[in-house]
Each structure stands twice: as structure tokens, then as C-alpha cells.
């Protein structure tokens, strides 16, 4: 069964410093991995994927992430934080083989302090 | 420009009736999604639809029901069966094995 983890439930971080949020997930065969970011009272906006290739993913407003298949990882990053990216991540999985559903992870409430 | 839209944005529901979301896409996806949100648990699946015509339940399908009679709109109905629909519901779509998803603005339910 494919599931995702997210074990931070907030990370706080100060404006220009780097900031990582985990995400650790289990799927049966090759996954397909997501992040996505939701501001309040709004739907989530997609960041990034990765799907094969280069373990390093790059995406939207600076965010990047690292795919580690030895440790089922896919922590998102960013070199130097904004207090615009202040909101809820979310992580997410779904089975490469045919799979139709995605696993969302309990998300992970980042805050930047001025 | 493509998305989706989610309507209405707030709704609210007495007792014992059914409502029903509204969901419609103009990014021609065939597969479509709907989630329930929670604080604090994530995204849940309702049920999804791969193509015209076609569904599935999803992990908490019980007191809900679908319908996709054209490939740009699945709406959601949360019957009274439902017992705690009090919730934010999103809509999704996405284009490909490989794609993300595609959100709408969220439809914030609440029984009064």
C-alpha cells in the first residue's frame, strides 16, 4: 500500500535562511513524487514532481527537491526563505505502475519570520 | 485562461439535505478527483473518474455520489447519509500518468 509521511507537523525558519521540508514515503513499485503548496482558504498549487531522471527536481518560486530512493525521501528545499512562503506543504505519492489514486501526506505548516 | 472551477465557494447545509459541488474543468483532463480536507489530515480521496461516464470510489465514498456524463464537469453530492460533512472539498484533474494535479479553489462546506 502506498503511503506518505510528513514527520513535522510546522518548521519555522527565518527570512533568508535555507529551509527543508521531509517527506518520506512507501509505494510498491517505482513512485511518481509531488509537492504542492496550499495558502489559506484556497486549493493546492502544484511546486514540483519528480517522475525519473535527475534526483534533483527544480520547480516553481525557488523550490527544489531531492529524490533518495535508498531512503524513500523527497525533502523539499529552498537556498533562502521568504515570508510569502509562509503556508501548508504538502507531499505527495502515486505508483508508477498504472496507479490512478494519490497518496497525500498530513501536510507540514512552514512559517518565516521577518 | 485553463482551469478549474469550484462552485459554490462557501455552502451551507441543514440537516437531512443533500447539496451538491459543482465542478468543472476546461483543460480537456480526462481524469478528474475529489477530496475531502480535514485539519490536520491531509487530503482523503471521495471518489475519481478516469474517464466519461466511468468512477470509482475512493477511500471515504460512504454518504457521497458522483456523476460524469461529460469529460469538463464531475459533481460531488453529499447526501444526508453523510453525517459529518463539515469540511473543505476540492476538485482536482490531471492530464497524464505522469501528472500533477490541477486544483480547484475548494468549496468550504458546513452543517448549521
Known amino acids: 500500500a502506498q503511503s506518505v509521511a510528513q514527520p513535522e507537523d510546522q518548521v519555522n525558519v527565518a527570512e533568508g535562511n535555507p529551509l527543508t521540508v521531509k517527506c518520506t514515503y512507501s509505494?510498491?513499485?517505482?513512485?511518481?513524487l509531488f509537492w504542492y503548496v496550499q495558502y489559506p482558504n484556497r486549493g493546492l498549487q502544484f511546486l514540483l514532481k519528480?517522475?525519473?531522471?535527475?534526483?534533483l527536481v527544480k520547480g516553481s518560486y525557488g523550490f527544489e527537491a531531492e529524490f533518495n530512493k535508498s531512503q524513500t525521501s523527497f525533502h523539499l528545499k529552498k537556498p533562502s526563505a521568504l515570508v510569502s512562503d509562509s503556508a501548508l506543504y504538502f507531499c505527495?505519492?502515486?505508483?508508477?505502475?498504472?496507479?490512478?489514486?494519490?497518496?497525500f501526506g498530513a501536510g507540514t505548516r512552514l512559517f518565516v519570520k521577518a | 485562461d485553463g482551469g478549474i472551477t469550484q462552485s459554490p465557494k462557501y455552502l451551507f447545509r441543514k440537516e437531512g439535505q443533500n447539496v451538491t459541488l459543482s465542478c468543472e474543468q476546461n483543460?480537456?483532463?480526462?481524469?478528474m478527483y475529489w477530496y475531502r480536507q480535514d485539519p490536520g489530515q491531509g487530503l482523503r480521496l471521495i471518489y475519481y473518474?478516469?474517464?466519461?461516464?466511468?468512477?470509482q470510489k475512493g477511500d471515504i465514498a460512504e454518504g457521497y455520489s458522483v456523476s460524469r456524463e461529460k469529460k469538463e464537469s464531475f459533481p460531488l453530492t453529499v447526501t444526508s447519509a453523510q453525517k459529518n460533512p463539515t469540511a473543505f472539498y476540492l476538485c482536482?484533474?490531471?492530464?497524464?500518468?505522469?501528472?500533477?494535479?490541477?486544483f480547484g479553489s475548494g468549496t468550504r462546506l458546513t452543517v448549521v
Open positions: 509505494v510498491s513499485g517505482n513512485p511518481y
Open positions: 505527495a505519492v502515486r505508483d508508477s505502475t498504472g496507479g490512478f489514486k494519490t497518496i
Open positions: 483543460l480537456n483532463h480526462d481524469a
Open positions: 482536482a484533474s490531471r492530464s497524464g500518468p505522469g501528472g500533477g494535479y490541477t
Open positions: 519528480y517522475i525519473t531522471g535527475d534526483n
Open positions: 473518474s478516469q474517464i466519461v461516464n466511468d468512477f
